[in-house]
């Protein structure tokens, strides 16, 4: 059963914005760091944003830096990526991620395609 869940992604126009929901099943979900990743076509994963078990804390990638927003709710254990301001290379597939127990921890994806 997975322990993580995205939603949100789907089709915008530049410029345009979008919000993800990643949902946590597991236990234990303000216990610790979250992170965003996302993987465009034929790249690496990358690092967009993470956030501190308590929310206090949060680092952006330069290139979404101004543009995105990483937030949580631990009461309903679910984490947010807001997108503002999107351009065509921010088409990717985004993954939530924990580290938890020592081990890796990622969701199944939601896609973000950014076109006119």
């Known amino acids: 059963q997975a322990q993580l869940l995205e939603s949100g992604g789907g089709l915008v126009h530049p410029g345009g914005s979008l919000t993800l929901t990643c949902a946590d099943y597991a236990f234990g979900f303000s216990r610790y760091d979250m992170k965003w990743y996302r993987q465009a076509p034929g790249k690496g994963r990358e690092l967009v944003a993470s956030?501190?078990?308590?929310?206090?804390?949060?680092e952006y990638a330069d290139s979404v830096k101004g543009r995105f927003t990483i937030s949580r709710d631990n009461a309903k254990r679910e984490l947010y990526l807001q997108m503002n301001s999107l351009r065509r290379e921010d088409t990717a597939m985004y993954y939530c991620?924990?580290?938890?127990?020592?081990?890796?921890?990622w969701g199944q994806g939601t896609q973000v395609i950014v076109s006119s």
């Open positions: 991620y924990v580290y938890r127990l020592a081990t890796d921890v």
């Open positions: 956030i501190s078990s308590t929310g206090d804390s949060t």
